[in-house]
């Protein structure tokens, strides 16, 4: 049995093996990824106590990874038409193990804020590797079911680290778990190095295809590039900003326990993974254009029941429907990619996305907590509102721009 990059026959055992890494190996590095990103609402008053740090001062963690994220993501598809997208999992993902370690052993708030620059590198060129290979053979289907292992990671992030210091332990326990399992899953990554390939690799093995890599210039003179960089920064900006500041949201301006704001924040997050899985599967019956309408509305309606807050309930129920309808946003948008542009700027266009999705997690989550630091938590749910209906307007100029581009090209 053959597989992508690695010709000749195999072992039965060895093919065996062979397909649950490219199951288990993938899911589990998402599920991680998103764990970490759950840690850290609920983590941050405690990491404000251990540092003695002002509420907005996380914005300086967020962007400082957000740039080593944003470098890597950038160049990532660059790089894996160098070395390919294995050794690229490989590399990044021990770059990541090594910062949420570090994070668990960091005796300073700085050095802390510097590890973010690790760990941002490693995260972004993880997921350019692992987004660019699946958008290449597994289609929208199983990006869902990828995307949903993120989601499934970070609903639990808020559980287990809100576990963690109810039983007394730092937040410091958490990180260093999440550290020490992600460094096996780079081990993984690396015995299974040649299995992993994206489009350009593709496209270069192929010798009736006249399309090999674009390069990066070329990508960004492309209209529909720059819309879709924008609805990623846009849309993953909500995500964050409701994952980071609700959370405080809750204890701090309305007065809601703890015990119960981590639940929310649990189903917020919840939501999401179930989303992937659920209104994932709806895509092919539906079509992943009218799929995104209805959720990108979705999660506007959810930002205005959190605003409007005539009760607890409400706005809990709120945040429970934005993170439902977020689910299949992020995998549907990245399978469509290589619709959008031919298949020589794909997986330098995933690349974009996914940096400009981590400047867009970043920029919002901390314009959010200057504007609280500066007024009231309260400002936050208008700002979700405001930010959640700006993706609906910015996705209805992309698919303009692709029917004026090409107008015999599917919809999705």
Known sequence: MSHPGRPGKELPLAGYLGKLAQVVIPYASLATLGLSVGFRGVAWPSIRATFGLPLDAVGVWLMTATLGSILSSFSAGYIASLIGVGPLLAISTSGVALGLLAYSLTPSWWLMVLTGLLSGLGSGAAHVGLNAHFAAHLGARALNWLHACFGLGASLGPLIMTSILRA????????????????????????????????????????????????????????????????????????????QWVYSLFIDARSVSEAVAGLWMTVYWGGLAGGRVLLGLLADRVGTISLLRVCMIGVTLGAGLLWWHPSDLISFLGLALMGLAQGPIFPSLVSVTPRRVSIGHVDNLIGFQVASASLGAAALSSGAGVLASGLTLEVVAPFLVGWAATVVILHELMLRQVRRKSPCRPAD
């Open 168 to 243: 007394g332990f730092s937040w410091r326990w958490g990180y260093g778990a999440a550290g020490a399992w992600m460094m096996v899953l780079a081990a993984g990554f690396a015995l299974s190095v040649n299995r992993w390939t994206g489009s350009t690799e593709e496209a270069r093995r192929d010798p009736g295809h006249l399309s090999g890599t674009r390069s990066v210039t070329e990508t960004l003179q492309l209209p529909t590039v720059w819309l879709s960089i924008c609805v990623f920064f846009a849309y993953t900006g909500v995500e964050s900003t409701a994952g």
